[in-house]
Structures are given as structure tokens and as C-alpha cells.
């Protein structure tokens, strides 16, 4: 039999000191374990490099390495460094918040075994929303429809998100610099895989858990989230108005979800 391919961890990280541990142990419980772990550390001001190198000290042989990006503030040039220091057939990328379920590497080789898919994206559990079962549910099958309404532009999702090397170095030079940190690069990544003919699936059994801190950010910066779709496929000239689907249903489930965490956020405290 063919072997499986290999599979690289690249994790972009800024200020994360309270959720990296978290990360790394979901990392190191794979069934299968990854060929290498690149964490990129983007200028942090916290403690994430103390985090990270205590981690690779109590793991050793856990392939972890702590790569720094200290050229420019950035998610681009911080995921670029990683991606491109990677020596794995498929090239797995998560946030720093991301706790991928136990199997995920194992998941990923069998999806790019097949020589289907270019590049893959899969489900996520918010681990510290409410039933979260329901909810990894609800988020696949909302997934599912995004799919069947992208056409040639099938999204990837940068907390859970997989691409075969080969596909990355073919694009890599294409990439938008997006200096002005307006767009989501997951998304412009998507776009120029698709523009050079490469194919990408989605997957129910790539799952990932991921926070849901995003909705504690205010009005005004929940609203610049979203408008980095609109930014993002303007970019390239897309304007297929069924690619702007999940700009509607983020900001109409906003309001709620943002109003029960402030009230869980008060309680917590009160409970202190």
C-alpha cells in the first residue's frame, strides 16, 4: 500500500499565552502523530515563547519547534514563515486557540491519500459555547451548504484547515500581501488555489475545537470581521452574491450570542 502522507502543524501565534498550552496538548494526543509542530511566534508581548518552550521541554521528541517572526506585525508574513518552513507532503494550519480532536492528523492523511483534494477544511466545536455537541453539528451542516453554494470557490477556514504542500508552493508567490490586514487570508488562499485549477473539499470528519472569542468583540470590530469577506473577494473580482452567505448569518446570530457570554462573563465574576 501506498504510505500515508506526512503531515505538518503550522500554528501562527500573537499574544496567546493562555491558550497555546491548550493547542499543544491536543497536538500531542494524535492517534498518528504529526511529522513536525512549527509554532510561529509573531512579535508576542506575554508569555506565549515561555509557554511554548516549557511545553517543548516537558515533551521532548514531540517534533515542536518555536520558530519567531519578528520582521512585521502580521498574520500573512507569520503563517508565510511557517508554511514555508515546513518539510511535511501536507501542510495542516490551525490558530493558537485551536484544540483539534484526537484523530485530526489521521483524518487529514486519509483525506489527501486519496489524491482527491488539494486542500481540505472540516468542521469546529466551540468548546466554550453551550452544547457543543449540537453546535460542531449545526456548524457541519452550515458548512455543507457554504459548499454547495461556493461553486469554484470553496472557502477554507484558517482554525482548521489543510493544504498539500506541492498546492502551497504552486500559489505561494500569488498570495496577497494584504498589508492593510483587511481580508481573511484563509479565504485569499482559497481563491488563488481555485484560480490555478487546484481542488478543495471539505471534510465531517476533519473536526477541530476552537473559542469562541470572537464574539466578544464589540459592535464596531465584530462588524470589520465581517466586512474582511466583502474585502477579500472584491480583491479578486468576485462577486457572486451566494459567497456572502456567511456575512448574513454571522451578523444575525452576533447579537445574542455576544449578549449571553457578557451575562456568563458577569456571573463568573460575581461567583469570584
Known amino acids: 500500500m501506498k504510505p500515508l502522507p506526512s503531515v505538518s502543524i503550522i500554528v501562527p501565534a500573537f499574544n496567546e499565552e493562555a491558550v497555546i498550552a491548550q493547542c499543544l496538548e491536543a497536538i500531542v494526543r ?14 508576542s508581548t506575554d508569555g506565549t515563547r515561555v509557554v511554548v518552550e516549557r511545553f517543548i521541554a516537558e515533551h521532548p521528541g514531540s517534533g515542536i ?11 500573512v508574513p507569520t503563517r508565510n514563515l511557517g508554511m514555508d518552513a515546513a518539510t511535511g507532503d501536507v501542510l495542516g494550519r490551525i490558530d493558537a486557540d485551536t ?9 487529514v ?7 482527491e ?12 459555547l453551550p452544547l457543543r455537541a449540537i453546535g460542531q453539528q449545526i456548524d457541519d451542516a452550515f458548512r455543507r451548504l457554504q459548499v454547495r453554494l461556493a461553486g469554484d ?8 484547515m489543510a493544504v498539500r504542500a506541492d498546492a502551497w508552493h504552486d500559489v ?36 477541530a475545537g476552537i473559542g469562541a472569542r470572537r ?40 447579537p445574542a450570542l455576544h449578549a449571553h457570554r457578557r451575562i456568563q462573563a458577569q456571573l463568573a465574576g460575581l461567583r469570584r
Open 30 to 43: 494524535q492517534t498518528v502523530p504529526a511529522t513536525e509542530v512549527l509554532v510561529v511566534d509573531n512579535r
Open 65 to 75: 519547534r518555536l520558530l519567531r517572526q519578528d520582521e512585521r506585525q502580521g498574520l
Open 99 to 107: 484544540a483539534i480532536k484526537p484523530d485530526w492528523v489521521a483524518q
Open 109 to 115: 492523511s486519509r483525506v489527501f491519500a486519496s489524491g
Open 117 to 128: 483534494v488539494d486542500a481540505a477544511s472540516g468542521p469546529v466545536e466551540y468548546y466554550d
Open 153 to 160: 470557490f470553496v472557502f477554507l477556514f484558517g482554525s482548521n
Open 172 to 207: 505561494r508567490e500569488h498570495l496577497c500581501d494584504d498589508e492593510e490586514d483587511i481580508m481573511h487570508e484563509d479565504l485569499d488562499i482559497a481563491v488563488h488555489l481555485a484560480l490555478a485549477g487546484r481542488r478543495i473539499g471539505y471534510f465531517s470528519n476533519m473536526v
Open 215 to 254: 464574539l466578544d468583540d464589540q459592535p464596531r470590530d465584530f462588524r470589520r470581521y465581517i466586512d474582511r469577506f466583502e474585502n477579500t473577494y472584491s480583491a479578486h473580482g468576485i462577486r457572486d452574491v451566494r459567497l456572502r452567505a456567511p456575512m448574513a448569518i454571522f451578523l444575525g446570530v452576533y
